[in-house]
T-cell receptor
Framework: DSGVTQTPKHLITATGQRVTLRCSPR?????VYWYQQSLDQGLQFLIQ???????AKGNILERFSAQQFPDLHSELNLSSLELGDSALYFCASSDRSSGRNEQFFGPGTRLTVL | AQRVTQPEKLLSVFKGAPVELKCNYSYSGSPELFWYVQYSRQRLQLLLRHISRESIKGFTADLNKGETSFHLKKPFAQEEDSAMYYC????????????FGKGTKLTVNP
């Protein structure tokens, strides 16, 4: 599959814990975006990386952080987890050089905090 | 402020009927708008970009800058169109994030 991949698919953890979500962009895409989808807030942009550097921040909590590695995969780290962090976390990638501005989404990681 | 509004949470139509999913936006710059679709338990997929003016799966959407709208239309709905539909605005100027509406769940009944 040459599309965006995310691992794990599901994650169940307890409050106060820390988890890492992983995303591999489409081959050749330098931009990676993270979004959170929850029932009350809908789809919210968290953060964008471009070729290893942070480009933009959205509604991302200080307990959350991300990075993009030299091989362009990205990780989203969520710490001191709270019940309200339970959500679906999507990663997307795009090829800005194409000028199409289209973002391709991964299947998401469903996080449940108990 | 950047905002996308989809006024209908739920929309139910019968097969063969026309369908229109409404989307209004608020953006100070030149908007670039998209429709994404999410079928049950699947990832978000791009359905339409306003710039390309394509017609995908029979859906079309026209950007109306005067009314700040980007409504999605299909003349004859099919059962397989049942899904969640999200309208999204791409912000520009360095921060190319998508601002999403809350989504409309479309159900096409037989």
């Amino acid at each position: 599959d040459s599309g965006v991949t995310q691992t794990p698919k599901h994650l169940i953890t307890a409050t106060g814990q820390r988890v890492t979500l992983r995303c591999s962009p489409r081959s050749g895409d330098l931009s990676v975006y993270w979004y959170q989808q929850s029932l009350d807030q809908g789809l919210q942009f968290l953060i964008q990386y471009y070729n290893g550097e942070e480009r933009a921040k959205g509604n991302i909590l200080e307990r959350f952080s991300a990075q993009q590695f030299p091989d362009l995969h990205s990780e989203l780290n969520l710490s001191s987890l709270e019940l309200g962090d339970s959500a679906l976390y999507f990663c997307a990638s795009s090829d800005r050089s194409s000028g199409r501005n289209e973002q391709f989404f991964g299947p998401g990681t469903r996080l449940t905090v108990l | 402020a950047q905002r996308v509004t989809q006024p209908e949470k739920l929309l139910s139509v019968f097969k063969g009927a026309p369908v229109e999913l409404k989307c209004n936006y608020s953006y100070s710059g030149s908007p670039e708008l998209f429709w994404y679709v999410q079928y049950s338990r699947q990832r978000l997929q791009l359905l339409l970009r306003h710039i390309s003016r394509e017609s995908i799966k029979g859906f079309t959407a026209d950007l109306n800058k005067g009314e700040t709208s980007f409504h999605l239309k299909k003349p004859f709905a099919q059962e397989e169109d049942s899904a969640m539909y999200y309208c999204a605005l791409l912000t520009q100027g360095g921060s190319e994030k998508l601002v999403f509406g809350k989504g409309t769940k479309l159900t096409v009944n037989p």
